[in-house]
């Protein structure tokens, strides 16, 4: 149980396009759901929490307008990178709990690659 | 403020050898702790947890980790290494206790690597 599936595991795109990153909790109702960036060799970097209905909230130093998250439902929050740079090119993971309860449990990851 | 700390960036041990991850947290309250490991290009799996009671927990493939208050540690331990552990591992801290905010914070990472 507690499955979280991320899509896609792999995007290369060109400057400038926007990228939009999926994640679902596929067996249970995910109230709250976390967005991670991760540099090579690096750890996990917090981007933002977003809880089902709200607007997310995002750690300090990251761009809302670059990276839009939206969780409309309580199986699904989108990531979307908008007007993507190489800068942008990293490891995102998602993770999703039922809130107030532990622990999170992980996507396995979507590598973003922009040229 | 609040930090996890792994001392350790990269450890190699023998295949059959036993192991240990060390992991410290700062700040004065027990927080939820964790063990994940992240293979590469892939997410985070969960080894184990702790909350409260017990101070040796048990988790999959062989893990088991010891809550030290005294020491502000959690470190890791496995009895015998096997090759398929070979892997990043990172230690997490919840200060929120499952609240509205995630407030999960990560170690920046053990890397094990196996020798045959």
């Known amino acids: 149980g507690a499955v979280v599936s991320q899509h896609p595991s792999w995007v290369i795109c060109k400057s400038g396009t926007s990228v939009k990153i999926e994640c679902r909790s596929l067996?249970?109702?995910?109230?709250?759901m976390f967005w991670y960036r991760q540099f090579p060799k690096q750890s996990l970097m917090l981007m933002a929490t977003s809880n089902e209905g709200s607007k997310a909230t995002y750690e300090q130093g990251v761009e809302k307008d670059k990276f839009l998250i939206n969780h409309a439902s309580l199986t699904l929050s989108t990531l979307t990178v908008t007007s993507a740079h190489p800068e942008d090119s990293s490891f995102y993971i998602c993770?999703?709990?039922?809130?107030?309860?532990?622990?999170?449990?992980f996507g396995d990851g979507t590598r973003l690659s922009i040229l | 403020a609040q930090s996890v700390t792994q001392p350790d960036i990269h450890i190699t041990v023998s295949e059959g050898a036993s192991l240990e991850l060390r992991c410290n947290y700062s700040y004065g309250a027990t927080p939820y702790l964790f063990w994940y490991v992240q293979s590469p290009g892939q997410g985070l799996q969960l080894l184990l947890k702790?909350?409260?009671?017990?101070?040796l927990v048990q988790g999959i493939k062989g893990f088991e980790a010891e809550f030290k208050r005294s020491q502000s540690s959690f470190n890791l331990r496995k009895p015998s290494v096997h090759w398929s552990d070979a892997a990043e591992y990172f230690c997490a801290v919840d200060w929120n206790y499952g609240g509205s905010q995630g407030n999960l914070i990560f170690g920046k990472g053990t890397k094990l690597s196996v020798k045959p």
């Open positions: 993770s999703a709990r039922v809130q107030g309860e532990q622990p999170q449990h």
């Open positions: 702790y909350f409260s009671g017990d101070t």
């Open positions: 067996d249970f109702q995910a109230t709250t």
